[in-house]
């Protein structure tokens, strides 16, 4: 019962209903402290922004070349390809079935909100677009160079952002979510769209299924293998995903599902599944993409426009790869453009926020289930280019 209440979605939830309360019952001059408390938090939490995609991505990049294996290269893009086709899957659904949900825009008839007792600014260190290119050039230039020291030093950066959000962003981000709902309430924004968000929550597991089947089934294409032989042992991994909401948590139990299966080639899967689960996020990514698009209907009145999804599509998978390891990676990651490329305001990132980690537990699981697809492809990617195992290797040079 103690893990429960300390568990991140419990107190989510828990911020939703504070909120919706405050904001249904309190009064304007309560609320006077309610949106000036929302606006502090929120500052807070976009400053790290840019200090996340750097702490996270350039390591990321740097970290490339330490790996000696023939198949990096391979995992890494197959892992980009499934967030980006996972994502374009979501926003083709998006364009086809949100204009269906019948979501009216709530920007017509709310109650305005009383105004900030004081203003406190902090404004990020730069833009996000400029930290996402720092980001990418320094990572590759320290591979380029093989700047051992500078890579230590972006490998011990990322450990402090990375405590950043672990003890600073995500103990906010309740308090961030229930003044946000507080807001909503009191505008009445809120009231009509929490059946909305119930069905976009099924449609998006669905859409897990969906490509999952469609991962598993390339993988069995390329292996020339079943895929039933790897994904009839994912069942422990996916209910450890669910329960935990992290692929570092579940990574033990992953491996020890991905080895029971003949069909993956050991020295493979020991390299491929701790890599992809962190590199490897489509559940996430697909889940993300929706739920901007519903979001941008409920609070813009439109949906976003296809060029701005294309750019959006094709940068989070980047962002996707770098993503921090923890609840709510991927779009903690990913904030910047959210808010960059597709325009959102505070409120329209705090409801992404909230309706994403109500459900990243499955989100992560679809991830750590796709680890066994990407892996089933590294296998017969190895085998069709004679790329041997250390064992062949060792049994040749015995023979010699």
């Known amino acids: 019962m103690k893990k429960l209440f300390e568990s991140l979605i419990f107190k989510l939830v828990l911020a939703v209903i504070v909120g919706l309360m405050i904001g249904f019952y309190a009064p304007s001059s309560f609320m ?5 408390l929302k606006h502090i938090l929120g500052q807070v939490i976009f400053f790290a922004v840019p200090l996340i995609i750097i702490g996270f991505i350039a ?7 330490s790996n000696a294996s023939k198949l990096l290269g391979y995992a890494v893009g197959l892992a980009y390809i499934s967030s980006v086709g996972a994502a374009t899957l979501s926003a083709i659904c998006g364009y086809i079935l949100i204009p269906k949900l019948s979501i009216q825009s709530t920007t017509q008839g709310l109650r305005e909100l009383p105004e900030l007792i004081f203003q406190l600014d902090i404004p990020q260190i730069m833009p996000v677009m400029s930290a996402l290119f720092l980001s990418i050039i320094l990572g590759l230039a320290t591979t380029w160079t093989k700047a051992d020291l500078i890579e230590k030093l972006l490998d011990q950066f990322q450990g402090i952002v990375l405590s950043l959000v672990n003890k600073i962003v995500i103990p906010l981000l309740p308090f ?7 807001a909503l309430a009191y505008e009445g924004s809120i009231t009509n769209h ?21 991962l598993y089934v390339i993988g069995g294409i390329i292996s020339g293998k079943n895929p039933i032989d790897v994904l009839k042992y994912y069942g422990p991994a996916y209910l450890t995903a669910v329960g935990s909401m992290s692929s570092a948590a579940t990574l033990p139990v992953a491996l020890e599902c991905a080895r029971k299966s003949k069909a993956l080639r050991k020295d493979i ?13 489509c559940g996430s990514v697909l889940t993300e993409v929706f739920f901007v698009m519903v979001v941008s209907q409920i609070l813009y009145g439109k949906l976003p426009d296809l060029t701005s999804m294309v750019i959006f599509i094709i940068l989070l998978g980047i962002f996707a790869i770098g993503a921090p390891g923890v609840p709510g990676g991927t779009v903690m990651a990913s904030l910047g453009l959210i808010t960059s490329v597709l325009g959102f305001n505070e409120t329209g990132t705090a409801l992404i926020l909230t309706i994403f980690a109500l459900q990243d537990s499955f989100g992560t699981a679809c991830n750590v289930t796709g680890d066994g697809a990407i892996t089933l492809m590294l296998t017969g990617i190895a085998d069709k280019k004679h790329i041997e195992s250390e064992q062949d290797y060792e049994e040749e040079a015995n023979k010699i």
């Open 176 to 182: 961030f979510i229930a003044t946000t709902f507080a």
């Open 194 to 214: 929490l059946p909305v968000f119930m069905k976009v929550i099924v449609i998006v597991l669905i859409g897990h299924f969906i490509w999952l089947g469609l």
């Open 59 to 65: 390591p990321s990049i740097a970290k490339l070349k």
């Open 32 to 36: 006077n402290i309610i949106v000036t």
């Open 269 to 281: 899967l020991n390299f491929s599944i701790p890599l992809c689960s962190n590199i490897h996020l």
